[in-house]
């Protein structure tokens, strides 16, 4: 198994981390939304131009696992994971948890005290393990769908201050 590296979103990645996108839906949220409700989302990568504007708006990690695109993760204004996919091949590889652990300390380093996320259910489970708290349950309209999530917030503290081992 390759060791983890991360990188900077380049403009060059927008085409293969929208496939990952997609993919990542297509086959990792099947027991949580239906194949409207995964079409409809998954949709957000099709205007290849406003989906490489969105990761390009915020600071975007890259997790390569060798040479293989392995997952990414974005984070708004500082205070917000915005996105946070992985390849359906890497899940439970230490993907997921080493972007997470990026974006937590890039926040904390850039002076946030609390990270929010608006958490898919199936990624719910993973967030919480992290010490995120569920604050609300939202409704999003995507096309003629609905979509739930759960707004999630996580105080940053000193022992916040690194990846965890």
Known sequence: MSAIALRPYLPADAPALADLFRAAIAELTGEDYDSEQQEA???K???AEAFAARLAASLTLVALRGKAVAGFVSLKDNAHIEMLYVAPDAV???VAKALCDAAETL???RGTR???VDASDTALGFFQKRGYVPQRRNMVPLADTWLANTAMEKTLGED???PRH
């Open 41 to 43: 989302w998954a949709a």
């Open 45 to 47: 990568a099709d205007d």
């Open 92 to 94: 439970g590889t230490g």
């Open 107 to 109: 926040a904390k380093a």
């Open 114 to 116: 609390k990270l929010t």
């Open 160 to 162: 916040d201050a690194g």
